[in-house]
């Protein structure tokens, strides 16, 4: 059974940090990208940052140069530092698992961390 843990939500003010982790199992989490989403209340859920394998990152306009995705596939956990947060980042944050193969793709989420940024 896949599952994706996420944790390190909260409540945070305006100009503080916070650092998500993700934790998986039942995959081989190396192989796969590994990326954190964000939805907002009445919003779309969107890209925040993916991580390939090898350490290749990718990361949404809003939020560049203030987050940094990272993994450790020694222990199939992936996080997200979140730094000079603002109200706007006020979200679920979901973990994702994403793999291609020719053939396939295999697709998992976490169940989403709360994070609230106010004064």
């Known amino acids: 059974q896949v599952q994706l843990v996420e944790s390190g939500g909260g409540l945070v003010q305006p100009g503080g940090s916070l650092r998500l982790s993700c934790a998986a199992s039942?995959?081989?989490?190396?192989?796969?990208?590994m990326g954190w989403y964000r939805q907002a209340p009445g919003k779309q859920r969107e890209l925040v940052a993916t991580?390939?394998?090898?350490?290749?990152?990718h990361y949404a306009d809003a939020v560049k140069g203030r987050f940094a995705i990272s993994r450790d596939n020694a222990k199939d956990t992936g996080y997200l530092q979140m730094n000079s947060l603002s109200p706007a980042d006020t979200a679920v944050y979901y973990c994702?698992?994403?793999?291609?193969?020719?053939?396939?793709?295999?697709?998992?989420w976490g169940q989403g961390t709360q994070v609230t940024v106010s004064s």
């Open positions: 991580v390939t394998s090898g350490g290749t990152t």
């Open positions: 994702n698992a994403n793999r291609r193969t020719p053939t396939d793709q295999y697709n998992y």
């Open positions: 039942g995959i081989h989490f190396s192989s796969y990208v």
